[in-house]
């Protein structure tokens, strides 16, 4: 079972900031926020990861709250490019040999930048 | 650099018939993953390879699917007596390392259609 929850869909307009959030309210000390993004018919897309600090690159800006227990993901200027299904993911650190230190997926957002 | 590449990019086949999917990861990754994702569903785990060996193939679901990865790079996965429930899209994916900071990078996957 993923342990993040986000909403089904969100709009936004093109240009105008994306604001993506996701709780996971379980998550353990020893475990990273993972955002990755799946554009149709093209496979899982990372993003972005952080585990206690926010994290900022080319793509996005992670901002994990001070209690660890949700994110948000923002696309500062989202284009038209950016509509995608964006998925949150809780990853253990550690490492125990097992294919479930991977990545496990719910059903994410369905964010659609609208023109 | 490039990507992780897979093919064919989609395969048909008849109910009965088995099927062969590559993989050809990032060079130097020595994790690998492969994922199946139905229509509108998240990619689901199926198996994970260490370099040549095969850690973890419990989410393969039947018998019928096998994995390999013989010389540590390249790995296909098979599906014999391939049944419509098979349809689905395949995705492999590759890291650096398993470990909580190094990312999944995805290929586009193999659209399977069993008819």
């Known amino acids: 079972d993923a342990k993040t929850t986000q909403p089904p869909s969100m709009d936004c307009a093109e240009g105008r900031a994306a604001n993506l959030p996701c709780n996971h309210s379980t998550i353990s000390g020893n475990e990273y926020v993972y955002w990755y993004r799946q554009i149709h018919s093209q496979g899982p897309q990372y993003i972005i990861h952080?585990?206690?600090n926010n994290e900022t690159n080319e793509m996005a800006s992670l901002i994990i709250t001070e209690d660890r227990k949700s994110s948000t993901l923002i696309l500062p200027h989202a284009t038209l490019r950016d509509t995608a299904v964006y998925y949150c993911i809780v990853r253990v650190a550690g490492y125990s040999g097992g294919g479930a230190d991977g990545l496990t997926f719910g059903k994410g957002t369905h964010l659609i930048i609208q023109p | 650099g490039a990507g992780v590449s897979q093919s064919p990019r989609y395969k048909v086949a008849k109910r009965g018939q088995d099927v062969a999917l590559r993989c050809d990861p990032i060079?130097?990754?020595?994790?690998l993953f492969w994922y199946q994702q139905a229509l509108g569903q998240g990619p689901e785990f199926l198996t994970y390879?260490?370099?040549?060996?095969?850690?973890?193939k419990s989410g393969l679901p039947s018998d019928r699917f096998f994995a390999e990865r013989p010389e540590g790079s390249v790995s296909t996965l098979k599906i014999q007596r391939t049944q419509q429930e098979d349809s689905a899209v395949y995705l492999c994916?590759?890291?650096?390392?398993?470990?909580?900071?190094?990312?999944?990078?995805f290929g586009n996957g193999t659209r399977l259609t069993v008819t």
């Open positions: 060079s130097g990754h020595v994790s």
């Open positions: 952080g585990l206690k």
């Open positions: 390879f260490q370099n040549e060996a095969q850690l973890d």
């Open positions: 994916a590759s890291s650096l390392a398993n470990r909580g900071n190094s990312p999944l990078h």
